[in-house]
């Protein structure tokens, strides 16, 4: 059974920080492409940031380009994403998700994703 956990969410203030992990159990991550997202209340989910261990795919959307890392820890089967100087429009709730078969920014394309962890920047 395929299992994401998301953590490292919270509030902070603009120009924060934040580390966001996301645990993946019965999926090597190593062997698909990885990605995280982002849903604000009344937006449709967008593609933050995605990578595959083949290096054939490693893309940032352009609002949080310079500003957050995405990488992968294959001895801890996990996904990090380094997000820095947070701005009020990157509050969302995030997450994780995979795709098997390819690396695209659409996330009808991904296959598995995790439940999400929220992160809120204020002024």
């Known amino acids: 059974q395929v299992r994401f956990t998301e953590s490292g969410g919270g509030s902070v203030q603009a120009g924060g920080s934040l580390r966001l992990s996301c645990a993946a159990s019965?999926?090597?991550?190593?062997?698909?492409?990885m990605g995280w997202f982002r849903q604000a209340p009344g937006k449709e989910r967008e593609g933050v940031a995605r990578?595959?261990?083949?290096?054939?795919?490693?893309d940032y959307a352009d609002s949080v380009k310079g500003r957050f890392t995405i990488s992968l820890d294959n001895a801890k089967n996990t996904v990090l994403l380094q997000m820095n100087n947070l701005e009020p429009e990157d509050t969302a709730m995030y997450y994780c998700?995979?795709?098997?078969?390819?690396?695209?920014?659409?996330?009808?394309?991904?296959?598995?994703w995790g439940q999400g962890t929220q992160v809120t920047v204020s002024l």
């Open positions: 019965g999926l090597p991550i190593g062997r698909n492409a």
């Open positions: 998700a995979a795709d098997q078969k390819s690396c695209r920014p659409d996330p009808a394309t991904y296959d598995y």
């Open positions: 990578i595959s261990t083949g290096g054939n795919c490693f």
